[in-house]
């Protein structure tokens, strides 16, 4: 099964900054990915997909990239606020059903 | 707005008792999954189902089984509840795109 690899220790950034999470997986490509975010006693909330014939998505400060060679995805958060601190957690679509990454958990610092 | 909605945010169970978490989602939609979440093993999927009446096992079936009769509603139950049981169980559904939409959760400890 699909094997999904997310940065475990926790990102410490500065209010303004760019935040930059890590997802990387093994095994076959996914016709999509997906970033979630989740806050604490929370589920997962979708912020954004990424099909594999596509580099790069956009939406508001969010950026996320699609590396089918390296097996990669990056999630970018650009002006980074403190209210964006919580976990992220990266999705990749199997046959009808998901695989998750673990989680990064991001901390926003005013 | 899309709404899935779980029965009980907090639970306390004693081993070897029957559990049932429920889950309804009132967006008509065919998909609907049950996960466990635990502390640096992410998201692990347990049953889905993509039809009344349908279900499939997930990667840790073992020690729960589901049941959906109508379409909004998926149940997650745990026969005889152990110990390794305790964890954060999340429901989701999807019409048959892409997103995914999960449930606030529900907090299961068995004692």
């Known amino acids: 099964s699909q094997k999904i690899e997310q940065n475990s220790e926790a990102l410490n950034i500065q209010e303004g900054k760019t935040a930059t999470l890590t997802c990387n997986y093994t095994?076959?490509?996914?016709?999509?990915l997906q970033w979630y975010r989740q806050d604490p006693g929370r589920g997962p909330v979708f912020l954004l997909l990424?099909?594999?014939?596509?580099k790069e998505k956009r939406k508001e400060r969010l950026k996320v990239t699609f590396d089918t060679t390296l097996k990669q995805s990056l999630f970018h958060i650009t002006a980074s606020q403190p209210a964006d601190s919580a976990t992220y957690l990266c999705a990749l679509a199997g046959f009808n059903k998901f695989y998750f990454g673990s989680g990064t958990k991001l901390n926003v610092k005013p | 707005d899309v709404k899935v909605t779980q029965s009980s945010r907090y639970l306390v169970k004693r081993t070897g008792e029957k559990v049932f978490l429920e889950c309804v989602q009132d967006?008509?939609?065919?998909?609907m999954f049950w996960y466990r979440q635990d502390p640096g093993l992410g998201l692990r999927l347990i049953y889905f189902?993509?039809?009344?009446?349908?279900?499939e096992k997930g990667d840790i079936p073992e020690g729960y089984s589901v049941s959906r009769e109508k379409k909004e509603r998926f149940s997650l139950i745990l026969e005889s509840a152990s110990t390794n049981q305790t964890s954060m169980y999340l429901c989701?559904?999807?019409?048959?795109?892409?997103?995914?939409?999960f449930g606030p959760g529900t907090r299961l400890l068995v004692l």
């Open positions: 990424i099909r594999e014939n596509e």
């Open positions: 189902s993509y039809d009344v009446k349908m279900k």
């Open positions: 967006m008509d939609h065919e998909n």
């Open positions: 989701a559904s999807r019409l048959g795109g892409e997103t995914q939409y």
């Open positions: 095994n076959y490509s996914p016709a999509y």
